[in-house]
């Protein structure tokens, strides 16, 4: 008898918004030869357009309301347990606006990524356009990386970037590296399903080999 294949890894996303990263990551996963599988939807609000798009795409979807707990510990531990439940292999956090424990980040450790609006470790936080204006600069970007303890601060798997240009706004900014987000997060969670990309000692572990610098992808 034929073996049945290998199942493939299962992916969570956890959003609060719209859902935009969501639904490109959607659209990746139902690929022919994508190599994961998104099995649930998660977000800290009821409302959130990101819930709407995942039923729309038939993945179970759960709600952990923040407003309903005392404490970031708490709200981390119903989450936590609901993540438990479900098992993945990946945690994608897209768009998911709440600071988790040391204790949640350590529990997947090498196994959640994020997505942050700027070249890291420049302009971790938010407001990130407007900063990037206010500075001069001249490139920004999207940057994927490694969730660990330090906010938007774990090892860069990989970003992309564009050109500021003169007459840029923080809105036309948030555009265009918006689509660059659309474009490099389902390039980074296919690598992870692969098993190309690990966080390591030293880093992130690209195809076995420490990664000096985070990949890249420019529009220029």
């Known amino acids: 008898m034929k073996a049945d294949p290998s199942p493939l890894p299962k992916i969570v996303v956890l959003a609060s918004g719209s859902g935009t990263n969501l639904q490109a990551l959607i659209d990746a996963s139902r690929e022919r030869n994508f190599p994961g599988e998104i099995i649930a939807v998660g977000s800290n609000r009821p409302e959130a357009f990101a819930l709407e798009r995942a039923a729309q795409a038939n993945i179970d979807t759960f709600v952990i309301d923040h407003t309903k707990f005392g404490s970031r510990e708490e709200f981390d531990a119903a989450l936590l347990a609901e993540l438990h439940r479900k098992n993945p292999d990946v945690i994608v956090l897209a768009g998911f606006m709440r600071i988790l424990t040391p204790d949640f980040v350590r529990a997947f450790r090498g196994r959640m990524l994020n997505i942050h609006p700027s070249l890291l ?12 204006l206010e500075a001069g600069d001249k490139v920004h970007g999207v940057s994927i990386h490694f969730v660990t303890e330090e906010l938007d601060g774990g090892p860069v798997i990989a970003q992309a970037e564009i050109a500021v240009n003169d007459n840029d706004t923080p809105e036309s900014l948030a555009e265009r590296v918006l689509q660059q987000e659309h474009t490099l997060y389902p390039i980074v969670l296919r690598w992870f399903c692969e098993g190309r990309i690990q966080l390591a000692a030293g880093g992130v572990q690209f195809d076995g080999e420490l990664l000096p610098n985070p990949m890249r992808l420019s529009d220029n």
């Open 121 to 132: 470790p420049a302009y971790t936080g938010l407001n990130t356009h407007q900063r990037v």
